[in-house]
């Protein structure tokens, strides 16, 4: 069995973060509002975006008729979202050293970060997938990253992402080596999908994040 959960995830050398769920659990954005949703660090909802990167324009347009969107505005850490969206010391430790070894010739340490997450009931056996998009408003070598996250209040629960059993995915980046997609500069990855199962029936707290690495701008 298949579900779609569709998320357009923008990120911007600020990164951002558009989500869009077009399911039958209310976690999306149809309403214009952010209700539902937990979120710190520069969040909001949107209609169709345009952008001019670097002479480059793009527009980005909701599945349905909005999204959210995550910026970072300096006001939250990496290291404080993650903390929110559930993540372990060891986790970030993981996602640092991944960065340290993979950062394409930029920074390597991530700074500012804006996040939303939102509690949904899974059904283990279900497959479930969301669309992304990440669009970059920096140029390499500055790297900046975008992540998800689903973690269950049980700690021993792990879900499989993107085909691998872990808590947490990187999505799109700017550098290349970076994450799972890299746009180079002011560029986009498209729409991607990422898929998701659960071990156990629950629920689940699914969480997105947009983050700076070495600075705390673009």
Request: net charge neutral; charged share 5%; aromatic share 12%.
């Amino acid at each position: 069995m298949k579900r779609l959960i569709q998320f357009l995830f923008l990120v911007l050398l600020t990164p951002l973060v558009w989500c869009d769920d077009l399911s039958a659990q209310s976690t999306g954005f149809e309403s214009g509002t952010l209700s539902g949703w937990t979120s710190a660090g520069g969040a909001s909802v949107s209609g169709a975006s345009s952008n001019n990167l670097g002479g480059k324009a793009w527009v980005v347009n909701p599945y349905g008729t909005k999204m959210g969107m995550l910026y970072p505005n300096s006001s939250v850490q990496f290291s404080t979202a993650m903390d929110a969206l559930g993540l372990t010391a060891t986790e970030k430790s993981s996602i640092a050293s991944f960065l340290a070894a993979h950062s394409g010739g930029g920074s390597t340490n991530p700074t500012n970060a804006a996040y939303m997450k939102t509690t949904v009931a899974l059904q283990a056996g279900t497959t479930y997938t969301f669309a992304w998009n990440y669009l970059s408003t920096d140029y390499m070598p500055y790297n900046d990253g975008s992540i998800m996250t689903l973690t269950n209040s049980n700690g021993s629960i792990i879900p499989t992402l993107n085909n691998g059993q872990q808590r947490f995915a990187l999505l799109g980046f700017t550098n290349t080596g970076s994450g799972n997609y890299s746009t180079g500069s002011y560029g986009s990855t498209g729409w991607q999908l990422a898929v998701f199962t659960v071990p156990t029936s629950g629920n689940y707290d699914l969480g997105f994040a947009a983050f700076n690495l070495g600075d705390t701008v673009l």
